[in-house]
């Protein structure tokens, strides 16, 4: 009762209402700089707080973002690439029909400052380095171009024992995030079948055999991957991409579930 008359109250002064809300953020931003001031998400070097920005000048020079030319397929830099199709060899070598990933688009090279990056976001579980690893995948020159072709944000899935031994899930965090600032929705439509072997320790041929079969797709999210994914990308969600040997395989179980062009973000490419 009390609280159908206070909502009676605040709808005949909506203006004072969102007025008193939005002053209240204000003074509690203005403490919060006040008492926190901003400092750098990785070396806590103090920020500039009107620059809004989440790393220092001396960590963001360390971060090489993807730059023009790069393999139109798999977004290596350091690479030979074809002068008509804008491909690496790798690239150009494999079969476009039997790879079931279209793209590969990492914001950076894995070198510098990225690694340690990732290693403090997962291992050392500091979650809140999801939002300045985002920032990354999304400085990919063609995120802007592709996101309003984007259905959904599906992460690459963790077991759930490991991510009960973690915590979280690295690439549901940083889809979470990425959809924060899109708008694109994150479907969680992939899970693992099994528990597989860390695949870092492994080589090519291994690592298809300790993932063979390794995904499966979420049978109430068919639908929408049906619909949606007719005309538009569904974009998974990863890290780092390696061999690419996960997404592949992801894309493959996204496939057979009825998306047809899927593409994978990732902060970095091996
Ligand atoms: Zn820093
Ligand atoms: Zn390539």
């Not at 993807?66 to 350091?78: H, M, Q, V």
């Not at 990225?114 to 380095?129: D, M, W």
């Not at 072709?149 to 889809?175: C, N, S, T, Y």
Request: aromatic share 8%; charged share 30%.
């Amino acid at each position: 009762m009390k609280q159908a008359a206070a909502r009676r109250i605040f709808r005949l002064f909506p203006g004072y209402w969102n007025d008193l809300t939005l002053s209240l953020k204000e003074l509690w931003e203005a403490s919060a700089t006040l008492f926190f001031p901003p400092v750098c998400y990785y070396c806590k070097a103090p920020l500039d707080s009107r620059a809004g920005k989440k790393l220092c000048p001396s960590c963001s020079e360390k971060i090489v973002l993807t730059e023009a030319p790069y393999c139109l397929r798999c977004s290596k830099t350091d690479v030979f690439l074809d002068e008509e199709t804008l491909l690496c060899p790798d690239c150009r070598a494999k079969s476009r029909e039997r790879d079931p990933l279209s793209r590969v688009l990492a914001g950076s090279r894995y070198e510098a400052l990225v690694p340690q990056l990732i290693a403090k976001f997962k291992y050392g579980r500091c979650r809140y380095l999801a939002d300045p690893l985002a920032d990354i995948i999304m400085k990919h020159p063609e995120f802007g171009v592709l996101a309003p072709h984007i259905a959904a944000f599906v992460p690459v899935p963790m077991h759930w024992a490991r991510k009960l031994a973690r915590g979280f899930d690295q690439a549901e965090d940083l889809a979470r995030e990425l959809s924060r600032r899109t708008g694109v929705p994150v479907v969680e439509a992939l899970k693992r079948a099994r528990y597989n072997k860390p695949q870092a320790s492994l080589n090519m041929k291994e690592r298809m055999r300790n993932l063979g079969g390794a995904f499966l797709c979420d049978k109430k999210k068919r639908a929408f991957l049906k619909r949606q994914g007719r005309d538009k990308l569904i974009a998974l969600v990863d890290d780092v991409c390696t061999t690419g040997t996960t997404a592949e395989l992801c894309a493959r179980a996204l496939k057979r579930a009825g998306a047809r062009n899927i593409v994978l973000f990732c902060v970095a490419k091996t």
